[in-house]
């Protein structure tokens, strides 16, 4: 529905003077409220805990405004067409991610993560503002498909050669840093499968043997991509970084039915998910414990050993209620390790409540719809493919952690994107960011080249 | 390709609707069996997140808080806290809550939505009310004079006013300081340990929670019944009851500690407590005319709340008339806890109905407002007021001329009765000393106080167990320090008629020195001379002085004694004797 009006949009191109839908003055405002917000939940959580605003409370939001300006300016300047929404969601839920932690740090103070955190996220947006002052477009990414493959196996597999933490190798440890490449490498590969599949489309679509109902396409064409999932869950399972390696398989079946529309692929990738989950859950002790606790979170308290995580966890979110307790009030910090990172979201439920936690499942929700929009205006398949690839890395994180700590599905250690304490995966998330906009900006921008493209982007779209 | 990505978005959607779904199972749903998951420390946390309510004794709180500053952050603390423990039990983060610390936790815990200032208000705002004063109706100086009174003995105190229900004093001795229980911790679980595994069991509330057998003081019970079903007509009419008595259906005979308890009247046989005269009594009146008279008095009652719960007292409701004939002296099964006799002490005093006794005066919120007042309310009508007149005039005679010399206070009219009950196996244990009594001033309309005292003094000699020896002076304290406070605040409208009663109660003439604060210097003497200062000597000896030297000898006549119950007749028999 958008794509076909997008590609209508050059052959009766606006004209000149008549302002685009660009609609950068929304983003500006729905930035101030996205900071007015931050910094009104960093004001609640110093009047609930010690009575008194933080004093600084103002320079907190002076510097978020700032980085969000800045961001905005970036924005304006080379992507002006860039989806309003984008940016603002990604400024709200980074915000409301320092403010939980922070009180979280109240609780915790020998441990302050929210300054570490706060450098990080400036950090993610200096790389938003490099990203899309640098990348023009986003197709020049498809040339480095093999490169990106290469750079992502070699970051996953660099933390196999230091020391494991909490059982799980993802850690690169330098000085006082602790590092996760394997963050950076969902983007990677997420550029590699776009730029593969849409470089093989038409192999992939056609050729290949039919077996039963389903058709398979040639060992030619899927080999390397199945050598390389293969290879990247090889490494995650030995590396015991469970959530990864379901983000990376959800990745690949979604990247790949989308490109080829086989439902099989679907059949086939679940069947082997299944198969794998097992295996893993049955053999691999980490796993086989953490499948244990889902399906009895509190199996721990009849055995007299107190409250697991878990449970910890599920106790937090029973407490929110409706309404939650209020920011500041609660005792999330029960949970005890990982509070700030993996468990984040039990802060969030337990102290804005189910309103709470519903407008942070939809602000999600909303980028990944802007994300899927993107792809859906765009006309070239490679960036297609891209904006739905990176906009289902999203989705499938929330579901995977925001489930997990809900008991939903068996916890995997994962951040919860923009809100949890993690520098790498903040880092990572503000690069998506830029990526999408950088594709909705491709995608809603009026178009002066010829409607070659776009036909041909009709009539596959009608196949 | 549009298609597939419309399908793989409406999958996103799939995944939000699952987790919008389990998050209104997890947060909605299974909120509350969450929330009260004993393992869910969230609950503790906002029970000791504020200071807890104080419990009031006399206007002033017994109880405080300090912030700990730990997770669970105000612990309890004890103003004088082994004196009031019976009163107020304990609130211990670790292990719970005790009596009225127990009865009225929502309420001083802050939890009770009666303190919220709207209805559903605390439901609304996620707050609680800050926690409210639980007013008691213990009287500091008796209770003080009780505890005194006991002096470390194992032994309880129970006084009640008649007319309402009050009790004005709970004691149960030896007690323990309940503020160390408060927190959490090695040093609490140490405490635990020590306070339950202590012989001397200080953290029994023995007032409330033990029973005893009763002995004489249940001759009362009996005496009632056989008035009220017409089995005594006249109390000075000799009965019908030889002396030795052969137990109905066996060759066991009961002695008497006392003499002249051949034939004798009721009236002398409560003067001078014939075991004979009570236990034949009894048998006229007949098993189900004795059970239905100890119910009136409260026995076989499980469900009294004061408002903490007291333990059963006992009548048993199937018996031979052997076993009856015991029971009617307050022996065999028969067990009372020293509320339950305080409450027949009540009956009588109070013309006999008994008042539902209390000991949570109101409650009130923190900032003073009432909450919840206790009304008076009826018990049971436990004898009819003929009944009770006459139990009175038996009583006082007891106590002018008869087994409770020690309980009489100049000036009043005081009616008491002794007991000493034999108990363990073939009545080895040493004797129970029990007294209860009540008293009422000379130009008072009605009795001000009716106290219970036990004491289970394993370190005396024998020799001093008696009801009349240890218990009286105790109970005598108790109800002298009653009829001071009753004239104090019946001084502002008869000031006059105030002056006149006062000197007996603050003055103290009968030369029992010391304030009322050491009733000790008039114990030890007790014992020692049968009739310790008392205003009109005694006739005779007092039996209190020939009733242990019995049931001493008792034991080692028969060494083989057979196994269980009966067994126990013949001596527990003798035993109630005083």
Known sequence: ?463 | MIRYIRRAAALCLLLLAALLVNAVRVMLVEAAELDANPANRRTAIARWAEPRGEIVVDGRPVTGSRDSGQQLRWERTYRRGPLYAPVTGHASQTYGTTMVEHAEDELLSGADPMLAPLPLWNDLTRGRSPGGDVVTTIRASMQEAAYWGLDGKRGAVVALEPSSGRILALVSSPSYEPGVLSGTGADVKDAWARLTTSPNQPMLNRALRQTYPPGSTFKIVTAAAALDSGVVRDVDAPTDTPDPFVLPGTRQVLPNEARGCADASLAYALQWSCNTVMAGLGVDVGLEGMVEAAERFGFDDTTLRVPSWVAKSNFDRVMSPDQLALSSIGQFDTTATPLQMAMVAAAVANTGEIAQPYLVDRTTTSGGATVDRTPRRTYRQAMSAATAFRLQRLMVRAVEEGTGTNAAIPGARVGGKTGTAQHGFGNTGTPYAWFIAWAQAEDSARPAVAVAVVVEDAEAARADISGGGSAAPIARDVMREALRLEAESRGAPGARGTRATEPPAPARPRGAPGARRAPETTRPAAPASPAPAAPAAPARPAPDRTVPAAPRGAPGERPSAPARKPSAVPRGAPGSGG
């Not at chain 1, 990604?90 to 320092?98: E, I, K, Q, T």
């Not at chain 1, 790389?127 to 197709?139: A, E, K, P, S």
């Not at chain 1, 038409?202 to 039919?210: D, P, T």
């Open chain 1, 1 to 463: 529905m958008t794509a076909p009006r997008s590609t209508d949009a050059p052959a009766d191109a606006p004209p000149p003077g008549v302002r685009g839908p660009k609609r950068r003055g929304v983003e500006l405002v729905l930035l101030l409220g996205a900071v007015l917000i931050s910094v009104c939940g960093y004001a609640e959580v110093g009047l609930a805990h010690d009575g008194a605003v933080p004093p600084d409370a103002a320079r907190y939001g002076a510097g978020l405004g700032l980085l969000a300006l800045l961001a905005h300016l970036a924005v304006r300047l080379r992507a002006p067409y860039a989806d309003p929404l984008l940016l603002p969601i990604a400024v709200l839920l980074n915000g409301l991610g320092l403010v939980l932690i922070y009180r979280l740090d109240l609780e915790t103070p020998r441990d302050q993560a929210a300054t570490p955190q706060l450098v990080w996220s400036t950090l993610g947006v200096a790389l938003f503002i490099v990203v899309v002052l640098l990348l023009r477009d986003h197709r020049a990414l498809q040339g480095y498909a093999y490169v990106s493959v290469a750079a992502a196996l070699a970051l996953m597999i660099l933390p196999i050669f230091f020391p494991a933490v909490n059982g799980a190798r993802i850690w690169i440890r330098i000085g006082g840093l602790s590092f996760q490449p394997g963050e950076f490498a969902k983007i990677l590969l997420a550029v590699f499968f776009a730029a593969y599949l849409s470089a093989n489309l038409s192999a992939l679509a056609y050729a290949g043997r039919r077996i039963w109902r389903f058709q398979f396409p040639t060992w030619r064409v899927l080999g390397p991509i199945v050598a390389i999932w293969l290879v990247s869950v090889g490494v995650l399972v030995l590396e015991r970084d469970l959530g990864t390696s379901l983000l990376f398989f959800g990745l690949f079946v979604i990247m790949l039915y989308v490109a080829t529309g086989r439902t099989g692929w679907i059949a086939i990738g679940l069947l082997l998910a299944a198969a794998g989950a097992f295996l893993i859950g049955s053999v691999e002790p980490h796993v086989h414990s953490r499948v244990e606790d889902w399906l009895d979170p509190y199996a721990s308290i009849r055995a007299g050993d107190g409250p697991g995580q878990l449970a910890q966890s599920l106790f937090a979110f029973a407490a929110g209620g409706m309404l939650g307790t209020g920011l500041g009030l609660g005792h999330s910090v029960l949970i005890g390790f990982a509070a700030k990172s993996d468990f984040i979201l039990a802060t969030a439920g337990e102290e804005l409540g189910l309103a709470g936690l519903c407008a942070l499942f939809l602000l999600y929700a909303l980028f990944v719809a802007r994300g899927y929009r993107a792809g859906l205006a765009l006309r070239d398949p490679f960036g297609r493919l891209l904006a739905v690839g990176l906009a289902s890395i999203v989705a499938l994180q929330v579901f995977v952690i925001a489930g997990g700590v809900m008991g939903l599905i068996p916890l995997t250690g994962m951040a919860m994107p923009f809100l949890a304490q993690g520098g790498s995966s903040v880092v990572t998330n503000w690069v998506i960011v830029a990526l999408l906009v950088r594709i909705s900006d491709s995608a809603r921008a009026p178009r002066p080249e010829s409607a070659d493209t776009g036909e041909l982007a009709r009539v596959e779209a009608g196949r």
